[in-house]
């Protein structure tokens, strides 16, 4: 339903894109979440996206420096990361949920529970 891609290993300071492709549902319809799980630690959210693009949501952690972007007519939602520090490296998520007027009252703070579908997870590295 959902294959994360665009994972590798990357040097501080570098860029990467991550892809979110969905399938076997009508992407219009649904807010679509990044997260990620760095070792030892709970996951986290990153980024959300509203279903008509106009609301967008980041964690302070990475703010000004990830970008996430929707195209509907490929069914993929992407995730821009620049200026890339270790503290990035981590396995990120993409996830899906059926968007509601409650969903943009809670934005990133969402429960993850409440997410329809997950992908797999593509690994991202920071490190010289």
């Known amino acids: 339903q959902l294959q994360a891609s665009g994972g590798g290993l990357v040097q501080p300071g570098g860029s990467l894109r991550l892809s979110c492709a969905t399938s076997g549902f009508t992407l219009d319809y649904y807010a679509i979440g990044w997260f990620r799980q760095a070792p030892g630690k709970e996951r986290e959210g990153v980024s959300c996206?509203?279903?008509?693009?106009?609301?967008?949501y980041y964690a302070d952690s990475v703010k000004g420096r990830f970008t996430i972007s929707r195209d509907n007519a490929k069914n993929t939602v992407y995730l821009h990361m620049h200026t890339l520090k270790p503290e990035d490296t981590a396995v990120y998520y993409c996830a899906a949920v059926v968007e509601t007027p409650l969903y943009n009252n809670y934005g990133l703070g969402y429960p993850q529970n409440e997410y329809n579908y997950w992908g797999q997870g593509t690994l991202v590295t920071v490190s010289s």
């Open positions: 996206i509203s279903s008509n693009d106009r609301s967008t």
